[in-house]
């Protein structure tokens, strides 16, 4: 029987609670109630039986109200068989076990003992047990786990993970408040990764950590692993699909070609494939005795070159000499870029249809340093050297037919504004905008799709590819008109261009800003806004939508692309294409906002569009509304609307820029 201690309740004057066995009863003494563990209970049955034979003018003395008082007492007596539920007494079993556990692990002996392992395992589970909702039973139960986990070390058993798996679930499922529920989270994700080799299982554990504890600290952890088991699913995926495919296939996959887009600091070469195939990259160094220069191949698997292909590049710009393809074994075929001098390179596939892409950049600092030298030069060697320029680039834009849009075959620069360029201090005559454009001397704008690809489109009424040029010529002429600076178009009129040359045109032309102009679309009318994306993995589902929708490929491609995203982007202006996306966000939202109704602001976002990857300046993706959508699609329609748009995509550059000037001033 537990021991009680009550405060003294009177009974009518004289009488306390602990003197009632003095108080006789008809002449004989009353027992005293049982207070123990049976609580109310027992008290009620006990007054039951005795109250007939109390007299009348006895229990008048009895005050109701502390009656009332002595019953709430009783009400709240623990039951027998459980324990208090102190604080003191949880964290002083809880600390009992700490030293065990303490004890264990700095002893060599008694590590190599099973029964010393559960003695301190099973001591945590005490606390558990005994102490369930007490904040010190969380803890107990994670380091139970913890001790379980480490035990595995020792025995090697797959019981013991599954036990240690077992306790970190009961953290999250019997205290999911707890500040420690996450990290218990996060090791189930652990162990499932780590010890039982479960890629798709671990996944959806740490994605669990996002979803129920998305204000716990360990968020950040649980989410580089959810996109870093997320690559790796989806090339496991991939290379299934690919073999399955293949072995479906009929013969050997056929190159189809070879394209490239060169300058002297910048190639990009393009392997087109009849369908997917697994490749392998490699890096040889310069061999001196077989007078051989450094050369990057890739082994393409199952495939092919047909005999009426140019397998022979001559590139002969600086970085490269040139690109060969050949049939290295009866099912490999290897693709080799002879290296004359480059920094780096990045070898990624795109899809629907499939082809390799190899970007090879040049020294940055050797570029500025030439850069610097040509702006010593005098004024009439500048003015041949651009026309030198500009006779390579319309030789490499015999392409497509022999035809190439008359702004996209532009390179030639204005020429430098006196009092801007040469004057050693800023003429006062020069507008704060012609100033800022110092810091951005030339942009490249994209309007989307084009040729015999339209974009989204209303049959008959309205087709992507068309509001996009127009809007693209107006922000030409106003950036033009405003900051004095270089506006390049990647076609000014209605002709097809791949993505990734778009791309490559802007880094052939060494274009300070890429802004890629589109016209939103989704399956439900009533969504509409605005939204600016930059170049990163995707962060919701309607993010993965668009990018595919814009690849003109797959969910399922844009996942395969993000799992190589994270080494693409290693040289990539993300910040900077972060603060350009905000900025031209506010600037559109602003100017709209002033002359019309209903304009919704869906935010910057990141997405892993085709025509970003491999800019080497901030370059973002402008949706400038969704045709799906009645009002926006009457609004797109309407060139006072296209105006507006211009103006806020403009104000956005300008306040780009004017951060780039800030920074700039220190």
């Not at 077992?166 to 529920?181: G, K, M």
Request: hydrophobic share 35%; charged share 30%; aromatic share 6%.
């Amino acid at each position: 029987m537990m021991k009680l201690t009550l405060p003294a309740v009177t009974f009518g004057v004289r009488y306390s609670l602990f003197d009632l066995p003095a108080l006789p009863v008809n002449g004989l003494p009353m027992e005293p109630p049982a207070f123990n563990r049976q609580g109310l209970h027992s008290v009620t049955k006990h007054f039951a039986g005795q109250a007939g034979s109390l007299r009348l003018s006895r229990l008048r003395r009895v005050s109701f109200g502390t009656l009332i008082l002595l019953l709430l007492i009783l009400l709240f007596l623990p039951r027998e068989g459980a324990p208090a539920q102190t604080p003191s007494a949880a964290k002083t079993l809880l600390e009992k076990a700490d030293r065990c556990s303490d004890a264990l692990l700095q002893s060599k002996d008694k590590k190599k003992l099973r029964h010393k392992w559960t003695e301190c395992i099973d001591a945590y589970l005490e606390v558990a047990s005994r102490y369930p909702q007490s904040e010190e039973a969380g803890w107990a139960l994670y380091k139970g786990a913890k001790l379980q986990e480490n035990l595995f070390g020792y025995s090697g058993r797959a019981q013991d993970l599954d036990a240690a798996i077992e306790l970190y679930r009961r953290v999250t499922n019997e205290h999911p408040n707890h500040r420690i529920a996450d990290d218990a989270q996060f090791k189930i994700g652990e162990i499932t990764y780590l010890e039982k080799n479960d890629i798709t299982q671990a996944y959806l554990e740490f994605l669990k950590v996002e979803k129920k504890f998305p204000k716990g600290d360990m968020r950040p952890k649980a989410q580089q692993m959810v996109e870093k088991l997320s690559g790796m699913i989806s090339r496991k995926e991939s290379q299934k699909e690919i073999k399955e495919a293949n072995a479906k296939a009929h013969g050997l996959t056929q190159v189809q070609g070879i394209r490239h887009w060169s300058t002297p600091n910048y190639t990009r070469v393009v392997i087109d494939l009849e369908r997917p195939v697994q490749y392998e990259q490699h890096l040889l160094p310069e061999n001196k005795e077989q007078k051989k220069p450094r050369r990057l191949y890739l082994d393409l698997k199952n495939a092919q070159v047909p005999s009426d292909i140019d397998s022979a590049i001559p590139i002969q710009n600086g970085l490269l000499q040139g690109a060969r393809a050949g049939q290295y074994t009866k099912d490999t075929v290897r693709v080799v870029l002879d290296i004359n001098n480059i920094e780096g390179f990045k070898v990624f596939p795109l899809h629907d249809p499939f082809r390799i892409v190899i970007d090879v950049r040049g020294a940055e600092v050797k570029e500025k340093e030439k850069e610097k030298v040509k702006e010593k030069e005098p004024e009439p060697e500048k003015e041949k050297e651009v026309a030198k320029e500009k006779e390579e680039e319309e030789k490499e834009k015999g392409t497509e037919g022999g035809k190439e849009p008359r702004k996209a075959a532009k390179v030639e620069p204005r020429k430098p504004k006196r009092g801007v360029a040469k004057a050693k201090e800023p003429d006062k005559t020069v507008t704060l905008a012609r100033q800022l454009g110092l810091n951005v001397k030339r942009i490249v704008i994209d309007p989307g799709h084009g040729g015999k690809d339209p974009g989204c489109y209303i049959e008959g009424q309205i087709e992507e590819k068309d509001i996009t040029l127009a809007l693209a010529q107006i922000v030409e002429k106003k950036v033009e008109e405003k900051f004095d600076i270089d506006v390049i178009l990647t076609r000014d009129k209605d002709v097809f261009t791949p993505l990734e040359k778009r791309t490559a045109f802007a880094n052939m032309n060494k274009a300070d800003l890429f802004i890629s102009l589109h016209v939103n679309a989704h399956k439900q009318p009533d969504v509409h806004g605005f939204e600016t994306y930059f170049l990163n993995m995707a962060t919701d589902e309607r993010a993965v939508l668009v990018a595919a929708r814009e690849n003109a490929t797959s969910e399922k491609s844009i996942s395969d692309l993000q799992s190589i995203l994270n080494d693409l982007m290693l040289n990539t202006k993300i910040s900077e294409s972060s603060k350009l996306a905000h900025e031209v966000q506010r600037g559109v939202l602003g100017q709209v906002k002033r002359k019309y109704e209903e304009v919704r602001d869906l935010g910057v976002k990141q997405a892993p569009f085709y025509v970003l990857i491999g800019a080497e300046m901030p370059a973002i993706l402008v949706e400038t509304g969704f045709m799906t959508n009645p009002v926006e699609r009457k609004r797109l329609k309407n060139p006072k609307y296209l105006e507006t748009l211009a103006d806020g995509i403009v104000a956005g550059i300008e306040r780009y820029m004017k951060s780039l000037s800030k920074s700039s001033r220190g």
